[in-house]
């Protein structure tokens, strides 16, 4: 893994554990209130062996389910529906909850960890099963409650009833905590998904940029070769038969194909390469949208000299590659234009930028090929941005013919 490939796998990697940690103390806040208000609400206050049992069942169903809270933290946990310890969660929930349903009913505050065990269920498995874990899940809660406010209102007059507001209340709030741990780690995966999207785009869009110079270096050098094995064949032909001069032409013709094909190689190698910048900029916004980075590109220099195009398609480039390799970017510009009638100006701008790097030598070889022609290269950073502007006279020595 290259330096820049490893500077944005630890940022992502950084966003990913705050993601996680976050998403686990949120669940963490969840169980401990739900304990609470069970204490609170569903422990009965008469002394007692079902008071005893229920403070006990109710410690360790907190304990289990902060337990399974590492495990829902997983891209996928869909293997996970049969985990010891999420089976000794639920069992222990239900074990709470049958003791609650004991005559005299004790409320339904004894269902919260219940209802929230049920959630974690639904948060490893799949499709509609998900829906059936939560229906369920209400619906043991309602079927149990249900008979045990009758037997209640029965025995004891004055008991808690359906009707009450204050049951009203406990009744949404399970309703709620059973929906919030499947929400909460619905919305981790949703993020563990999306970086996981980035980084294929990010490496499709290298092996595009790889698969295109692959694709010029063939295009160059299967045209000498072809041309190295005809005259081969013909030099071959002419020693054969006694035509030494000639065969001597025809390998003077191979070492200058030869020397041709080793100088267009390096061109390619080094980017010298004569490319229009429009082009140029077409490609770098098109790779940078295929890594998931909202690019817009603006050019406006129709007149503007071809050596000086290609040193700012290098420009291109080279900013390009750094924004792949050293930043979390999102958005990024990309616009050459003539601010003043002696200058040409590119200005490449992208957000999230990397760390401050040193010892690089690509900035330091696009300045000297920027100073060859008079120009200046300078960097910008601010709060959450990074720009490079590269600003070359419009009455470079080195000017030549405009693009086309």
Known sequence: MTDGSARIHRT???????????????????????????????????????????????????????????????????????????????????????????????????????????GMLGCVVAGWWRAVALVGTLGVLALGSATGLVESSTSSPGGPAIGDPSTLVIVSTLALLSIIPLSTVWVLRVVLRLDQARRTA?????????????????????????????????????????????????????????????????????????????VEARNAAAVLRSAGIDCTA???????????????????????????????????????GRPAPDEYRLTITNDRPGAVRTGGTGIVGLRERVAARGGTVSTRRDDDAFTLVVSIPATSPDAGEGER
């Open 12 to 118: 992502s990697g950084t966003d990913l554990r705050w993601m996680r940690a976050v998403t686990a103390a949120s669940l963490a806040a969840l169980v401990l209130m739900g304990c609470f208000l069970q204490f609170v609400l569903g422990v009965t206050s008469e002394p007692g062996p079902r008071a005893v049992l229920l403070t006990g069942t109710t410690i360790a169903a907190t304990c289990l389910a902060l337990a399974v809270i590492p495990l829902l933290l997983q891209p996928s946990s869909r293997a996970l529906a049969r985990h010891p310890l999420l089976l000794a969660l639920l069992a222990t929930a239900c074990l709470t909850w049958a003791l609650a349903l004991i005559p005299p009913f004790a409320g339904w505050g004894s269902g919260f960890l219940l209802a929230i065990a049920g």
């Open 202 to 278: 990010s490496e499709l869009a290298v092996a595009t940029e790889r698969l295109r110079f692959a694709t010029d270096l063939h295009d160059i050098q299967g045209h000498h070769l072809q041309v190295i094995a005809l005259k081969g064949e013909l030099a071959e032909r002419r020693l054969a038969s006694g035509e030494a001069s000639l065969a001597a032409a025809e390998l003077a013709d191979i070492r200058s194909i030869a020397q041709a094909a080793l100088e267009d190689t390096r061109a390619v190698v080094n980017d010298y390469r004569t490319v229009t910048v429009a």
């Open 298 to 336: 603006r050019i406006d220099t129709a007149d503007l000299p071809t050596d000086l195009g290609a040193v700012f398609a290098v420009a291109i480039r080279e900013a390009v590659t750094n924004i792949m390799r050293h930043s979390a970017a999102t958005t990024a510009t990309v616009e050459l």
